[in-house]
């Protein structure tokens, strides 16, 4: 397993948000995490990538403990994330977003800036080409210059995924990617999502409600709900789980999109 | 003076000045609970209280002359005249900016305080403004330890003050609603509460206070200037910070607790005199830095 | 063109002719380097006044060297950088010399300024020990320095009887250094010094200081800083029952401090610079003050200003020209000239040869003569 | 915020379009051209006075692209900037004065003091909210002044007088020409340095985590150590004005170093423009040039001043240097 938790437990004031979850995401393979709302996949993916911190339990990461980590440091060990509501900084170009991804990669400080020492101008240089790829990769290069958050909201999500590809990850995960996107976008990223995993190498983890989406891409799908894994399994597996139903049914009209 | 008596002394001393803190610290606390703006203006807000009792109190005393009754009435109306400048203050200057980012509003709270303080020195070119009140200097004395009644008069005016805050806070519904809003504002929209009324109100009373003090200063001291909110400003933070920020009661006990250290802290050699503004500040910093949610604070849900 | 040209300057010379020979050449401009913003513009505006009445005698006497003579300000606003510009701002108007100077940690920095601009400085009363070894050479004190004030303040508090003695100043140059040098002699003295305290300028509550003075014990306190602050220390050391001597040094010399105080400024006493109230000879200074200066009154640095003033006259006059030098060389030969304050004439450090220090007593609400 | 930056603007005035000209890279260079030569008239021209005030304003230049770097990069409310001013100002007064350095040799001292002084303050406190840091950085501004007025080796009240003016090669530097010569490098030097940072990629990590810190953390970025970085840099400029402050003056005192000086320097970096280089450069000579234009108004300049850091805060909050187009 790449990625491996075990027992986590994640409590709010007195409040279990998560109870002993153990969960795993292959080397290679994308997963998703699906569930209602509230049933604390955002939080499990604030716990993974180190900015909630849970009471007990065990996350590795190819054999490192993450527990204990800071967010930027899960991030310089190769786990990236998107976030639910798009958060791309603002007032800045779309490369310039993207180059934050770089930043754990790359090491120039003040005074070498400062000097323009050579060093640190091939070290912009490549940081440039890398995250030019990586636009390139999920297709908005020629948008590169453009003031990020005046992007159509579909592009302003391959920002966030290109900005975190650029950091370089074995694992990415994402959040909610489809959420406001068309039909077509949908299908453009179901597509990237495969090439994610196949031409980069990358494990994709993702949380998402469109269940034709989730059915499509995954190989793995785990269903939690109040805090707990109910059932976990491939695509049919999961959709003929009586506790999902079950789970699904409680909920309101419109979280009603398992087909 | 015996070291009971030097104590004792002291004690008096610190309960004194912890009062004007606790005064000025529960504006802080107030508006930081509501709106979780740092309020820079309101040490201003409190040199303003001073300004306007001083004015209304030259207006009263040919009348009903300097003495008590003046003093109160001119506190009364420098209370409710200064809560209206909180109130203003709010609406011009905070309101249009609290969705903007954390930095531009307290640069906005910066440059508050800043019109305030520099309008007092083009009124008044820079110098001090003598306040002058009928009060004797007469007072109690207990062996060698001795107690002003201007001290006595004060100390007992800012408790009723206190109290009455205590009981606006906890018994009405504009306290009880300010409570609410400090917990979750978007809960109490959907509540039907007016969240800016509420907020409004607790800038009136947090002002208002603030005045109170600035007066009580004018009377005590017998002399006020353009700069007075600064250092007092800044010694209320702390207080507030110490009691633990957003809570009242907080507030009242950081007022005392600053005000005692500093008095007793006088008389420590090295410590006191010259290096006693280090010393808060220095308090200040450790408490922010090992326990921000000070004494009586809430702590917020902890991340990353 | 040029017909236009020499028919204005003919028109020129026969008005100024028609005003008198002495108006034939440009005025001599002497800077006036005082505070008229700030805390402390009241002295500043004060002393400014007091040298424009000494301008408006000379003029009327018919200048100096035949030249009318007029002045410039710069604000030093009692700050040292604001200081500075006003003095590069004097200097770069090419004044033949400059009165003035309040403020010791205002006028420090200005001693280079006018040093590297080769101007003679009149410094009428800025008198913090540590303008000596700064003065390039140029500068003159004609207020007594704080060595003057510590010996007649140590010598004042042992004729009380005191034998021991609280301190204050404000953390300012000027009053730092006083407080440190009266510790200094005091404790040479053979006596104690029980409490010796800065506190910050503009602190209201003095009540723990005060505590700690009636338990360290003290025979006389002594506050070496402004009067807006030492009024306020005086309330509160009546206030908290301490019955010993309270004096204070020539920046309290105000009447705001009894406004301040109240009572409790009765029976005070200050070591101060000769005032126009109690100098015979300042008479006359003092109505013409009045006429001009409508509701005010000269204020306590005024007479030595307006002596700076005539000082500087007198060294133009007596070299003969505005040469710098020249007029630096007069004004160290200055020997026993005098205006109002008494004779001046200086040491091989450019201060004042003689201590013209006289002690003050607050008695209901104003000060009196206590010694000279 | 950034959707209403596009919409419709005014016809262009004249800063308009002098921005336009910073933007375009070829008239740019001309424009540089166009300062280095007023730059270097500038003396002569404005006489001594002028050359004083005019050293004034281009200290201020280099501490205010110091600040920018902390307020307007990296969005940290720092009150109390002058402290690291007097650092910088102290260590060369003492080490010259009193320990008989010479002058050049005390700069990577103040230097280093500096960023020790940057580390003490920000170590601890960088993790807070940013309103606890204001005020922590204001209380530690009025440590710094009253250390500097209590302690003997910083000549209490009184300060230190008597720096000398360093030389080179022989020649001693002195008078208001040569500072203003001196300070026009440095802060053309300091322009340099800030737009070099900025286009950076520390420079570009401060905008991330001004601008969002979870998402900055989140791209492996080490938000506190970053900020730290700003505030030992901003530390950095503050301390070479106080070097060349001290030398220029000859005397320091703590008056010199006060919440008002902080503050100052603050109304330079947000009248310009948070962020925006030339527009913090305009903002400090607006700082220092308005007063002495203003002195006739008295008091009432700081009032003045004041009433306008309000306005540009509720109407223009992003100074008055135009933000970027799109």
Known sequence: MLL??????????????????????????????????????????????????????????????????????VTRLGIARTFQNVRLFREMSVLDNVMAGQHCRSRAGAFSAILGLPSQRAEERRVREICEECLEFVGIADEADRIATNLAYGHQRLVEIARALATQPRLLLLDEPAAGLNSSEKTELVRLIRRIRDERGVAVLLIEHDMGLVMEVSEHISVLDHGRIIAEGNAETIQNDPAVIEAYLGQDEDELELT | ??????????????????????????????????????????????????????????????????????????????????????????????????????????????????????????????????????????????????????????????????????????????????????????????????????????FFAGSALAAAAGVMAGVQYGRIWYFMGFLIGLKAFTAAVIGGIGSITGAMLGGLILGLLEAFATQIPHIGGEWKDVFTFGVLILVLVFKPTGLLGKSEVERM | ??????????????????????????????????????????????????????????????????????????????????????????????????????????????????????????????????????????????????????????????????????????????????????????????????????????????????????????????????????????????????????????????????????????????????????????????????????????????????????????????AGSTDPDAVIDALASADGEAWLTGPISFTDKNTLARSNFIILKGEQGGWTLHSK | MATNKVTTRPAPGAIERLYAAFDDPRRRWALYAVIIALLLLAPPVVGRYGTVILTNALLYVILALGLNVVVGF????????????????????????????????????????????????????????????????????????????????????????????????????????????????????????????LHSRLGRAWLYVRHDEDAAEAMGINRVRVKLAAYITGAVFGAIGGVFFAANLGAISPQSFSFQQSVLVLMAVILGGMGKIPGVILGAFIVILGPELLRDIGSLRLLVFAVILLLIMLFRPSGIWPGRRS
């Open chain 4, 74 to 197: 990296a969005g940290l409310l720092d009150l109390g900037y002058a402290a690291f001013f007097a650092v910088g100002a102290y260590t060369t007064g003492i080490l010259t004065q009193q320990f008989g350095f010479n002058f050049w040799l005390t700069i990577p001292f103040a230097l280093c003091a500096a960023a020790i002084a940057g580390v003490i303050i920000g170590g601890p406190t960088l993790r807070l909210r940013s309103d606890y840091l204001a005020i922590v950085t204001l209380g530690f501004g009025e440590i710094v002044r009253i250390g500097a007025r209590n302690l003997e080796i910083t000549g209490q009240a009184s300060g230190l007088t008597g720096i000398p003016s360093p030389s080179v090669f022989g020649y001693t530097l002195t008078g208001p020409t040569t500072y203003y010569y001196i300070f026009a490098a440095l802060a053309v030097l300091a322009v340099i340095a800030a737009q070099r940072l």
């Open chain 1, 4 to 73: 491996q938790l075990d027992d986590v437990v994640l409590r709010f004031a007195g409040n279990t948000v998560l109870e002993n979850i153990r969960f795993g995401v292959e080397e290679n393979s994308v997963a998703s995490l699906i569930g209602p709302n509230g049933a604390g996949k955002t939080s499990l993916f604030n716990c993974i990538t180190g900015f909630y911190r849970p009471q007990q339990g065990s996350i590795t990461f190819g054999g490192e403990e993450l527990l204990k980590r800071k967010p930027h440091a």
């Open chain 3, 1 to 318: 063109m040029s017909k236009r040209l020499t028919h204005l300057a003919a028109a020129a010379t026969i008005a100024l002719a028609a005003s008198g020979a002495g108006h034939a050449q440009e005025p001599i401009t002497v800077g006036v380097q005082v505070p008229t913003t700030g805390s402390e513009a009241t002295y500043g505006v004060d002393m400014k006044n007091a040298i424009q009445i000494a301008v408006d005698e000379i003029n009327a006497d018919g200048g100096l060297l035949g030249r009318q003579v007029e002045i410039l300000v710069g604000d030093s606003a009692c700050d040292p950088q604001q200081s500075v510009n006003a003095a590069s701002k004097l200097a770069s108007a090419d004044v033949a010399g400059v009165v003035g100077g309040y403020c010791s940690g205002a006028t420090l920095p200005t001693l280079k300024t006018y040093g590297d601009a080769n101007i003679p400085f009149v410094i009428t009363a800025a008198n913090s020990t540590k303008l000596i070894p700064a003065n390039p050479g140029n500068a003159f004190m004609i207020n007594s320095t704080g060595y003057d004030q510590v010996r007649k303040a140590v010598d004042f508090f042992k004729s009380q009887g005191a034998k021991t003695l609280a301190i204050v100043d404000q953390g300012d140059a000027y009053s730092q250094d006083l407080a440190n040098l009266t510790a200094k002699e005091w404790k040479k003295a053979g006596l104690e010094v029980t409490v010796q305290e800065t506190v910050s300028k503009g602190e209201q509550s003095f009540s723990s200081l005060v505590t700690k003075i009636r338990s360290e014990g003290a025979d006389a306190v002594f506050w070496t800083a402004y009067y807006a602050d030492g009024g306020l220390l005086i309330r509160q050391l009546r206030q908290g029952g301490y019955q010993g001597i309270i004096a204070v040094g020539d920046g309290s010399n105000s009447p705001k401090l009894f406004e301040i105080a109240g009572r409790a400024a009765d029976g005070v006493y200050c070591f101060s610079n000769p005032i126009a109230e109690f100098l015979p000879e300042a008479k006359q200074f003092i109505e013409s003050y009045g006429n001009k200066y409508k509701g005010r009154s000269p204020g306590p640095y005024s007479t030595l200003s307006y002596d700076g003033m005539k000082l500087l006259g007198w060294a133009i006059e007596k």
């Open chain 2, 1 to 202: 003076m015996s070291l009971t008596d030097i104590l004792i002394q002291q004690l008096v001393n610190g309960l004194v000045l912890g009062s004007f803190y606790a005064l000025v610290a529960l504006g802080y606390t107030m508006i930081f609970g509501v709106i979780k703006l740092l309020n820079f203006a309101h040490g201003d807000i409190y040199m303003v209280g001073a300004f306007v009792g001083f004015g209304a109190l030259s207006l009263v005393s040919g009348t009903i002359g300097a003495g008590w009754m003046g003093i109160f009435v001119a506190m009364f109306v420098a209370m409710i005249a200064v809560g209206f400048l909180g109130v203003v203050i709010e609406q011009v200057a905070y309101r249009p900016m609290l969705s903007a980012p954390r930095l531009s509003i307290l640069i906005t709270a910066l440059a508050v305080s800043l019109v305030l303080q520099n309008a007092a020195l083009a009124l008044t070119d820079g110098q001090v403004t003598a306040f002058r009140t009928d009060l004797g200097f007469g007072g109690v004395s207990l062996g060698a330890v001795f107690v002003n009644y201007t001290q006595i008069v004060l100390v007992a005016s800012a408790i009723v003050l206190m109290i009455g805050l205590e009981l606006f806070v906890s018994r009405t519904m504009y306290g009880k609603a300010m409570r609410a809003v400090s917990l979750d504002k978007d809960m109490c929209r959907l509540m039907g509460i007016n969240v800016q009324r509420v907020i409004a109100v607790t």
